[in-house]
């Protein structure tokens, strides 16, 4: 779970563990690191994790904590590297998930997230009221359907897609299959 400003007194805890000095001997500290290229730069991840704060810490089920250390590197290089620090908290323990697989769990989670920033940005999920019985999961669902089915049809662009059938309300009709 990544842990961000909401959560204040554990992030300065974490944030503080990962700012000191890095000793090479440490035995609980692990790392990992992924380069990634696509999207005209080239990424490279770094995690380091600790098992240290567990006892510290007052957050149930905590077995580690980790810095994730983001570069984007564009290419060819226009600007300077660009900086990303996160941070978060796992219930795996490092026998469950050493640094390799918790970047990896990190870097999937973001899929998922972007799914999520997709159904916000263009269906105002977040912004939804409806909260009573089975209607909020239905909604999802409906969001979901659409998302997929705009994208199985061929729409390059998600937001171009919902502007084009809001104008064309006949052929959103077409598309789900109403005459």
């Known amino acids: 779970m990544r842990v961000k400003e909401n ?36 990424v490279r991840y770094r995690l380091w994790a600790t098992t240290a704060l567990n006892a510290y810490l007052d957050w149930p089920e905590v077995h580690q904590v980790f810095h994730v250390e983001r570069t984007e590197y564009p290419t060819p290089p226009q600007t300077e590297p660009l900086l990303h620090h996160h941070y978060g908290i796992t219930s795996l323990s490092p026998q469950q998930a050493d640094a390799s697989t918790l970047l990896t769990l990190w870097r999937q989670h973001w899929a998922v997230e972007s799914l999520h920033w997709v159904r916000d940005t263009l269906f105002a999920e977040d912004a939804s ?41 006949d052929e959103a009709l077409a598309f789900i299959g109403i005459t």
């Open 129 to 169: 009221r409806t909260r009573t019985g089975s209607a909020p999961e239905t909604l999802a669902a409906l969001r979901n359907l659409i998302i997929s089915a705009l994208r199985l049809y061929g729409f390059p662009a998600l937001k171009a897609a919902r502007q084009h059938f809001a104008a064309h309300f």
């Open 7 to 42: 959560q204040p007194r554990l992030l300065d805890a974490i944030r503080f563990w990962f700012a000191r000095p890095r000793r090479a001997a440490d035995p609980d500290e692990r790392f990992a690191q992924q380069v990634t290229k696509g999207h005209g730069r080239r």
